[in-house]
Structure formats: C-alpha cells, structure tokens
C-alpha cells in the first residue's frame, strides 16, 4: 500500500502538502515551509499556521472523507462521484480502490472553490493524465440518463 500524496495549491502557490495514509484511511496536511512564512491564514480556528502536520480522525467519515474540513470542502459532490465512478469503472478499477486524496487530484484545478490539487511527483504515482474531454461528455450524458431512469423508475 502506497501513500497517495498530492500538492495544494492556492492562488498559483503551493500551500502544502496532502497524504493519504491507506492504513488508517486518514488524510494529513502539512503547510510548506514557504507558505508558512506568508502569514495568511486559510484555516485559522483548525489549522493555524505552523509547522507539523494536521489530521483530524475523529470527524465523521461520511462527511469528511478522513480530511481535514478545509480539504473536505473542496471533495466532488454526489453527481460528481457518480462521473468519477463511472470514469474508474471502465478503467477496471473499484470506486473504493480511489482514495480521496486520489479524487481531489482527478478533479485538479476544476473544482469548487479556490484549492487545486496535484499528485506529488514524489508519491511514485502516475502523474495524471491529459483529460479526454469527448470521453467525460459521453460519461456525463450516460450518469444523466441513468439518474433519470432511477427517478421514473
């Protein structure tokens, strides 16, 4: 089991970074050094600016994802998880096999809110790959088809 680790990024600057312990299936975070001298705060009442890592395993799994909140916010939303799934299930890959950390790469800088994320060239993952942007269309229309069939049925 390898640790997925990804980099956050805030206005074209690294915060920090962000591992996936599978292990535990907790996420922790940690401000890079340069961020840290910045002094803005993006979390200041749960993640003050200061060295060490953050993780928080006692939120509730089903809204947090084994992130810390800040992170957490910027997690796809329903409809979302249903294009990814459908992404990972014809790559012959189980939606659980998907960590978060995993997610919030997937979705880069296309999410809501103003974090991007990017894998970590040392996590010894595949750097993402280009977005085939004919493939999500085709994946979208058929999560929207089978929405609307399990609303009629």
Known sequence: MHATLAEVIL?????????????????SFEYAA??????VEIAPLTMPLRAGAFAFPDL????FK?????IADSLPDRFGNLLIDQWLAREGRAPGEFDPVE????LGARGMGALEFRPSLRGGRDVAAPV?????????NEALARKAGLATA
């Open 132 to 140: 085939q942007i004919d493939a999500l269309v085709r994946l979208a």
């Open 34 to 39: 340069d961020f840290l001298l910045s002094g």
């Open 103 to 106: 997610r919030l790469c997937y």
């Open 66 to 70: 084994g992130l810390p909140g800040l």
């Open 11 to 27: 206005w074209d600057r690294v915060v920090g970074a962000l591992a996936w312990d599978p292990a535990r299936r907790v996420g």
């Open 60 to 63: 509730p799994e089903r809204s």
